[in-house]
């Protein structure tokens, strides 16, 4: 397994915010970083076709994930202010504004995700797959792709065996596999269950696989953190140094 830069990659980024305000009417008000208050006329679309809601008042956030797409920083999910389950997408722009993506799904109370923290979100060409995290009423092991071109969300029905409810985990794509690691499970009444497994996520197939290392593993629990460099897997576990695997052979290295 390779990966190189993409345009949907994770990669750090310098965002012109004027370049970004010329997009949206000038009459909108925004909300920003500080609280400000805004509200909005009309809804508009930003060049890219993502349908933008300039009132979006989240300005605090817990266990959310960011992505980088068409050069512009984006937030979903976590726990608001007053610990509420945010189940949103925000694009943020330069001088501590946001707005809120409106999905363009026809039912908005079945066919987009519950809010969830401690999810993982990553980015694969124009599409962010989101795995699992906290929800309301627990962790979940659920999958989703969100298109940023049709502004759309849709659930993955998948073949094989999905990793166990988990939130906490980190993730990571690389040719076309994502790979999910760690995480943890903690349910009222039960011991936490923290997961050191390894799994891979054939986009193009749908498919869930198990993946075994011949040497042993790093230690997984909640706050790892996983990327692809050269066809190898590093793992930045928050109990020991980072460790590697190779992901064509499963063979672990210290």
């Not at 012109?16 to 509200?39: H, L, R, V, Y």
């Not at 799994?199 to 996983?226: M, N, Q, V």
Request: hydrophobic share 30%; with cysteine.
């Amino acid at each position: 397994v390779s990966s190189s830069p993409r345009r949907g990659g994770m990669t750090s980024t310098n965002i012109d915010a004027a370049e970004q305000i010329d997009d949206f009417s000038p009459t909108t008000n925004t909300t920003t970083g500080g609280g400000g208050g805004g509200s909005m006329k009309e809804k508009k679309s930003n060049s890219s076709g993502v349908v933008v809601d300039p009132a979006a008042e989240t300005t605090f956030l817990h266990g959310s994930t960011c992505v980088v797409w068409e050069g512009e920083l984006y937030t979903y999910g976590g726990l608001g202010e007053y610990g509420e389950f945010v189940d949103s997408i925000t694009r943020w722009s330069g001088r501590g504004e946001n707005r809120e993506v409106t999905p363009q799904n026809k039912n908005m109370k079945t066919d987009v995700p519950p809010g969830r923290y401690g999810h993982t979100a990553t980015m694969s060409g124009d599409y962010m797959y989101v795995f699992g995290g906290q929800g309301r009423y627990g962790a979940m092991n659920d999958l989703w792709v969100f298109d940023f071109v049709r502004a759309t969300w849709s659930p993955l029905d998948a073949i094989g065996e999905a990793p166990r409810e988990r939130f906490g985990h980190c993730a990571c794509v690389s040719e076309n596999v994502l790979f999910i690691f760690g995480g943890k499970d903690a349910r009222p009444g039960l011991n936490v269950e923290s997961f050191e497994d390894l799994y891979g996520f054939d986009i193009a197939e749908r498919e869930w696989l198990h993946i075994e290392s011949r040497h042993g593993g790093p230690s997984g629990g909640e706050g790892c953190a996983l990327t692809a460099v050269d066809s190898v897997l590093h793992v930045l576990s928050p109990s020991m140094p980072s460790s590697s695997t190779t992901t064509g052979g499963s063979q672990l290295s210290h």
